[in-house]
């Protein structure tokens, strides 16, 4: 089979059933496995994504005002690869290509491949996803054993909790400031926190700073959408808002590797619930830091 993934959870998962050998085109942010960035990209963006963030937030608010795609294929590129099946999603049209212009370029090849569009909020539409993606690919039994043991590490985790529950916000974007929502609640959950600030399947909604400010956190993470630990602690220290700068003055704030481990619906989440347990028992481990302005 021809696999093209259009979005970097779903190159991860094909990654992660073992059928990564007929993976022949994925989209320009796929980085995960780096054995694969070898394969060909088959998206592009307009917008820059060394930007600061409130750029590329004014510019995606622009890009869809007009009309325009935040991400793009090349049509060219994938009548080449004629791929048997496309993998893209319904979530959100900021992280990939928007599906209706997915069933549309597909429709136009010959013949037309299949496409499947993942759509998971929470844990369990995570695990309905991997399902999903193993029954149109033949690899139903290395699923359910990949299902298994990120579940079973979940329950690991819970067991490793500690009697107190902190109170934590959780931040997905600086500028506006953007309370995580989908699947990250859980994690916090399993980790032994409690999330304040969203509930698990909604969507992340902007919050003022004065408001997040006033749910009273015990804890901050800052898990950025599709950016690095380093691109994180950058950002950061480029706010200059008061209730921003206390609400950071007053609770110990953890940066996280947004990109890898808590943006994508895919298997790395469990290994970004792991990390925020070790937030909140004040440890380090890779792809996590304390912050220190």
Do not use: F
Not at 148 to 157: H, I, K
């Amino acid at each position: 089979m021809r696999i093209v993934t259009l979005l970097p959870a779903a190159t991860e998962i094909v990654a992660a059933l073992g059928a990564d050998a007929e993976l022949v085109g994925t989209s320009h942010e796929c980085d995960w496995p780096v054995q694969l960035a070898d394969r060909p990209r088959v998206t592009t963006t307009p917008i820059d994504p060394d930007a600061p963030g409130a750029t590329i937030d004014a510019e995606v608010r622009r890009l869809k005002a007009a009309g325009r795609p935040v991400i793009a294929v090349d049509g060219h590129q994938l009548r080449q690869l004629a791929p048997d099946l496309i993998i893209t999603q319904g979530l959100c049209d900021v992280c990939a290509v928007i599906d209706g212009e997915v069933h549309r370029l597909a429709a136009a090849l010959d013949p037309p491949p299949r496409v499947l569009s993942l759509s998971a909020t929470d844990l369990d539409g995570i695990w309905q996803d991997i399902r999903a993606v193993a029954a149109a690919i033949g690899r139903e039994a290395a699923a359910e054993t990949l299902i298994t043991a990120q579940q079973a590490r979940l329950v690991a985790l819970a067991e490793r909790r500690t009697a107190t529950q902190p109170r934590v916000v959780c931040i997905e974007w600086l500028d506006p400031p953007y309370l995580a929502g989908h699947w990250v609640p859980e994690l916090v959950s399993a980790a032994g926190g409690a999330d304040v600030g969203a509930r698990a399947g909604s969507h992340s909604v902007v919050r003022p700073w004065q408001a997040i400010r006033a749910l009273a956190p015990d804890l901050i993470l800052v898990l950025l959408c599709g950016m690095s630990l380093e691109r994180a602690r950058r950002e950061l220290a480029t706010v200059t808002d008061a209730d921003a700068r206390a609400l950071l003055a007053e609770h110990p704030t953890w940066l996280l590797d947004g990109n890898a481990y808590t943006s994508r619906p895919g298997p790395r989440v469990v290994d970004g619930a792991e990390r925020i347990q070790a937030a909140l028992q004040d440890r380090q481990m890779a792809g996590l830091q304390r912050w220190k302005p």
